[in-house]
T-cell receptor, first 115, second 115 residues
Framework: ETGVTQSPTHLIKTRGQQVTLRCSSQ?????VSWYQQALGQGPQFIFQ???????GRGNFPPRFSGLQFPNYSSELNVNALELDDSALYLC??????????????FGPGTRLTVL | DQQVKQNSPSLSVQEGRISILNCDYT??????FLWYKKYPAEGPTFLIS?????DKNEDGRFTVFLNKSAKHLSLHIVPSQPGDSAVYFC??????????????FGTGTLLAVQP
């Protein structure tokens, strides 16, 4: 069983640029969630994708967008980068079951630094 | 508005003793709770969870207790081992008609187990 993988591991960008982060879900999982973890904080929910559609969104501006592909992998895109976007970006996957909440499994994260 | 709170930023325990990590929440709609462990440069690793219909769940050295009336949960690790040294996050989720099971995280507690 393959776990959640993310790429790249680290990334440095400058303010105003755009970035794309990638995630492959754990085999058998059909739902992907993205979280932002700032230094000293817990992960904050950005959005979730299920069946290639956005299925819930946290308190993040529209310049944070995403995609899910038929193989359940996902991308997080951030436009017009700001210094405060510097954080660890975590992808988590799980298998969505009707009427049930279940555990999400996390990848190692992408460390984004915006200069 | 911090809906999930971990008021102890750090905890130091002797090897072999019990570690007790605490978590409080404010949203009465939360019905599923999880604990994650996080090492530096890695994503959070799922440890144990509990549904709001239970007050205790045990898995090996890890036990989670839930007190719904107090909106409080705790993670007990016994006996504690040096390899348990990590940041522990409490997370909560509210199922809403089968929609997003986003996780709301606390800010984490750094556990140090001294040999």
């Amino acid at each position: 069983e393959t776990g959640v993988t993310q790429s790249p591991t680290h990334l440095i960008k400058t303010r105003g640029q755009q970035v794309t982060l990638r995630c492959s879900s754990q085999s058998g999982h059909n739902t992907v969630s993205w979280y932002q973890q700032a230094l000293g904080q817990g992960p904050q929910f950005i959005f979730q994708y299920y069946r290639e559609e956005e299925n819930g969104r946290g308190n993040f501006p529209p310049r944070f967008s995403g995609l899910q592909f038929p193989n359940y992998s996902s991308e997080l895109n951030v436009n017009a980068l700001e210094l405060d976007d510097s954080a660890l970006y975590l992808c988590a996957s799980n298998s969505k079951l009707a009427g049930a909440v279940n555990e999400q499994f996390f990848g190692p994260g992408t460390r984004l630094t915006v200069l | 508005d911090q809906q999930v709170k971990q008021n102890s930023p750090s905890l130091s325990v002797q090897e072999g003793r019990i570690s007790i990590l605490n978590c409080d929440y404010t949203n009465s709609m939360f019905d599923y709770f999880l604990w994650y462990k996080k090492y530096p440069a890695e994503g959070p690793t799922f440890l144990i969870s509990i549904s709001s219909i239970k007050d205790k769940n045990e898995d090996g050295r890890f036990t989670v207790f839930l007190n719904k009336s107090a909106k409080h949960l705790s993670l007990h690790i016994v006996p504690s081992q040096p390899g348990d040294s990590a940041v522990y996050f409490c997370a909560a989720s509210a199922l809403n008609g089968g929609a997003t099971n986003k996780l709301i995280f606390g800010t984490g507690t750094l556990l140090a187990v001294q040999p």
